[in-house]
């Protein structure tokens, strides 16, 4: 289920099956969470974003290419089998031509931090050059922005503070 | 403005965008080596300066910019006589 909270935090639950965990105790995957992160960053862009779909053409047509320039993951609990995550997203460090995406994901049922991640996203012409965050996308992005200040991370907060946010 | 104010604007620029002290700049410090810019940096870092200064650094100015120096000598030589040596 996805919906867009009116405290401007985007929300996506999504339950565990067999085929996300390891061979070891069900745990899920690592690098399930971060197919977990794309899950939720589109469906972010479909809800959030009127329109998306105009946005996906232009990059069909090879006007605008969004990038995923780099990534951070921090697992704090392991996630199981049978399991429903809840996958928060908040936006962060708007510039020009990138923005971040931060990440939580929580057990629906106990309400136990599994995880906290993050990308940056950032966008070009298919060229090697920089462009614009596109402006449909834009207005999404500053209404999702989160506060640092409030939010609760473990080890992210260590890079934000590295990043001088 | 001289080319000390000019400085002082890039300095500013780069420690904003690169999260790097102030202290840690001079002119003959590598932007990419040792300040740490990748090339999301360099192409917002150019964005901040056409705004801060009117300057649109060009392809060619890109690819010879090695060291903060460097954006100065550009930025000397296209803003004359806007900026005195």
């Not at chain 1, 969470?33 to 589109?42: D, F, S, T």
């Not at chain 1, 809800?47 to 995923?68: A, F, R």
């Not at chain 2, 904003?16 to 590598?30: A, F, N, P």
């Not at chain 2, 060291?67 to 000598?73: K, P, R, S, Y």
Request: no cysteine; hydrophobic share 40%.
């Amino acid at each position: 289920m996805a919906m867009a909270t009116s405290n401007k935090t985007f929300v996506l639950e999504h339950k565990i099956y067999l085929n996300e965990t390891n061979a070891v105790g069900g745990v899920a995957y690592f690098s399930n969470y971060i197919k977990w992160q794309g899950m939720a960053r589109e469906e972010y862009f479909i809800v959030t974003v009127p329109v998306w779909q105009e946005i996906v053409k232009e990059v069909s047509y090879g006007k605008v290419n969004m990038i995923t320039v780099e990534e951070h993951s921090h697992f704090i609990q392991h996630a199981y089998f049978g399991d429903t995550i809840v996958i928060s997203l908040q936006t962060a460090n708007i510039r020009t031509f990138s923005f971040d995406m931060i990440f939580f994901m929580t057990n629906k049922t106990t309400n136990q931090l599994l995880y906290e991640g993050l990308q940056r996203l950032a966008f070009d012409d298919f060229k090697g050059r920089f462009v614009p965050i596109p402006p449909a996308m834009l207005e999404s992005v500053k209404d999702y922005k989160a506060d640092l200040s409030v939010l609760k991370f473990t080890k992210l907060k260590q890079y934000f503070n590295s990043q001088g946010f | 403005m001289d080319r000390t104010e000019l400085y002082d604007k890039l300095a500013g620029i780069l420690v904003d965008q690169l999260s790097v002290k102030k202290e840690s700049i001079t002119e003959t410090s590598l932007i990419v080596g040792d300040l740490g810019a990748d090339s999301l940096d360099m192409a917002e870092i150019a964005m901040k300066i056409k705004d801060a200064l009117d300057y649109d650094l060009t392809d060619e100015d890109m690819k010879r910019i090695q060291t903060v120096g460097d954006v100065l000598d550009i930025l000397q030589k296209n803003l004359e006589p806007k900026v005195r040596a």
